[in-house]
């Protein structure tokens, strides 16, 4: 790994069922940034091994590899379609801009008339802006908890084993997870569907209550509303 990281625009491919040595890479801190791919990792739900390897086809065509196409598609048969050289068919859209009112006791007396109507608009808004950021840190505090990986904001969309953490790292988190915030999440979630940071805490903005992790002032609106 350390050789790799003084070669000039590495990329890596683990060739052979698994993506036990693309975890490894993952686990470097200075390979992190480097593209690390499994050629034939364990297919997901409802997908094959031949799934997988395209995958990989198509991720190393994304950072720069040419494929042999003439020997990728020899088994079947293309035709090209000469599409047109000009713009088709352009119809220009334009969406006015919409009025802004510079009188701000105006807009307030407009938008909300009393206390109910602004919590209720806080309620049904701004918390779903404002609590996935809380939720990401939360996660990230659990990741390094249960792993000793600190992960960055640039990390959140790398899947969990993108970021090396292996199954019994994520079994654990899994329970973890599960007793933070009071909902099943279990192990085989985290390799599929809710497989990195950012869907994790999507998923959890979705399911939990307005009130839980919401931002200390809109907390403080809620117990309010309460009471």
């Given amino acids: ?26 686990q470097k801190t200075g390979l992190k940034s480097l593209a690390s791919i499994a050629s034939l990792s364990f297919p997901k739900e409802n997908e094959t091994a031949h799934h997988s390897v395209l995958h990989a086809l198509g991720t190393l065509w994304l950072h720069g590899v040419e494929p042999n196409w003439n020997s990728f598609y020899s088994e079947q048969t ?47 808004t701004e918390y779903k802006f404002m609590r996935k950021p809380i939720l990401l840190n939360k996660i990230s ?15 959140f969309n790398h899947s969990f084993l993108e970021l090396g953490l ?39 903005d979705k399911i939990l209550p307005k009130e839980a992790y919401a931002p200390a002032p809109l907390l403080a609106l809620f117990k309010h509303k309460l009471l």
Avoid: H
């Fill in 1 to 26: 790994m350390e050789t790799v990281l003084k070669l000039e625009d590495p990329l890596l491919l683990e060739v052979g069922p698994g993506r036990a040595l693309t975890t490894l890479s993952m």
């Fill in 78 to 124: 293309r035709q090209k379609l000469l599409l047109p050289s000009y713009v088709f068919d352009r119809k220009p859209c334009w969406v006015e801009p919409l009025s802004i009112e510079l009188d701000a006791n105006k807009q307030i007396n407009n938008i909300v008339n009393t206390e109910d109507q602004f919590i209720d608009l806080v309620r049904n």
């Fill in 141 to 155: 505090e659990i990741i390094e908890e249960n792993s000793g990986v600190e992960i960055e904001a640039n990390d």
């Fill in 166 to 204: 292996d199954s019994l790292v994520l079994t654990q988190m899994a329970i973890t997870f599960k007793n933070e915030f009071n909902t099943p999440i279990t192990f085989r979630q985290l390799n599929d569907e809710l497989g990195s940071p950012n869907l994790l805490a999507d998923y959890i």
